[in-house]
Nanobody, 118 residues
Framework: QVQLVESGGGLVQAGGSLRLSCAAS????????MGWFRQAPGKEREIVAT????????NYADPVKGRFTISRDNAKNTVYLQMNSLEPQDTAVYYC???????????WGQGTQVTVSS
């Protein structure tokens, strides 16, 4: 059974940093695209960043470019999201996603809260 377990969220002041982790288990993810999404109160869930498990190719949403970095550790089966220069508008629940490349077949984690105070 596939499990995605996020950790690392919390409360931070504007300008600060956090690193989120997503521990993946239950299958091999070589053909998957791993992603971080976020959902702020009253807003739709939006994509933040993605990385291909095999090649490490990354993509970022415009609001986080230059501030966030997605990476993966194949040995630990873990995906990270390093978030720097955090802004109050980054406040949201952050979700880890694993999607089989070329399909809409995916899995979700339970989410971790990130709160940025001004």
């Amino acid at each position: 059974q596939v499990q995605l377990v996020e950790s690392g969220g919390g409360l931070v002041q504007a300008g600060g940093s956090l690193r989120l982790s997503c521990a993946a288990s239950g299958r091999t993810f070589n053909s998957y695209v791993m992603g971080w999404f976020r959902q702020a109160p009253g807003k739709e869930r939006e994509i933040v960043a993605t990385i291909t498990w095999s090649g490490g190719r990354t993509n970022y949403a415009d609001p986080v470019k230059g501030r966030f970095t997605i990476s993966r550790d194949n040995a630990k089966n873990t995906v990270y999201l390093q978030m720097n220069s955090l802004e109050p508008q980054d406040t949201a629940v952050y979700y880890c996603n694993a999607r089989l490349a070329g399909t809409s077949y995916d899995y979700w984690g339970q989410g971790t809260q990130v709160t940025v105070s001004s």
